[in-house]
């Protein structure tokens, strides 16, 4: 079946503009999360999302950085004012559910350039 | 809070060496221990897994055992090919913060060479 989607694949922006993200899961997982690969930081959690809400918002860097999933499926996170220190690649990954026993599959993500 | 650490790479190999990568976790209760696989221009892939304390896990010839007394998931391969070159990352979701985050260390590269 279909895999974790993920649009666009790449971006460039200037400096202050808004972006967003887009993250199709595996249909049927009821579990999303969002996470930030970047040179000086890694891999970091961002957001997680179960169902529509999202129970763990702990990752988002600052109040720049918003998300938010419609009808248990699609998951959207918005970058406003955008700066250098937002280059990175964005990944997302669903579950069937939450907890450690289910495997995330991840999305390819999108790499976000901002000039 | 948890975290996880990994040694720096890149490791570089001949291809049928042997593999170690050491990977050593910080974390209250019982957390789950992961690695992640990235082969160059791909996403992230599970590569094995385990969720308890004496538990191995195994996939494609790589081993790591969970080892509660030394807080460590090393991963091992009797003998690497040149096919598995890629970036390897050590993983868990635990107690604090919840069982569905995973916290990474940050990645060693693996090069095979014939």
Not at chain 1, 28 to 47: D, V
Not at chain 1, 78 to 92: F, K, P, W
């Amino acid at each position: 079946g279909a895999g974790v989607s993920q649009s666009p694949s790449n971006k460039v922006t200037e400096k202050g503009k808004d972006v967003e993200l887009r993250c199709d899961p595996i249909s049927g997982h009821t579990a999303l999360y969002w996470y930030r690969q970047s040179l000086g930081q890694g891999l970091e959690f961002l957001i997680y999302f179960q169902g529509n809400s999202a129970p763990d918002k702990s990752g988002l860097p600052s109040d720049r950085f918003s998300a938010e999933r419609t009808g248990g499926s699609v998951s959207t996170l918005t970058i406003q004012r955008t700066q250098q220190e937002d280059s990175a690649v964005y990944l997302c990954a669903s579950s069937l559910e939450r907890g450690a026993t289910y495997e995330q599959y991840f999305g390819p993500g999108t790499r976000l350039t901002v000039t | 809070g948890d975290s996880v650490t990994q040694m720096e790479g890149p490791v570089t190999l001949s291809e049928e060496a042997f593999l170690t990568i050491n990977c050593t976790y910080t974390a209250t209760g019982y957390p789950s221990l992961f690695w992640y696989v990235q082969y160059p221009g791909e996403g992230l892939q599970l590569l094995l897994k385990a969720t308890k304390a004496d538990d191995k896990g195994s996939n494609k010839g790589f081993e790591a055992t969970y080892r509660k007394e030394t807080t460590s998931f090393h991963l091992e391969k009797g003998s690497v090919q040149v096919s598995d070159s890629a970036v390897y990352f050590c993983a868990l979701t635990g107690v604090s913060g919840g069982y569905n985050k995973l916290i990474f260390g940050a990645g060693t590269r693996l090069a095979v060479h014939p």
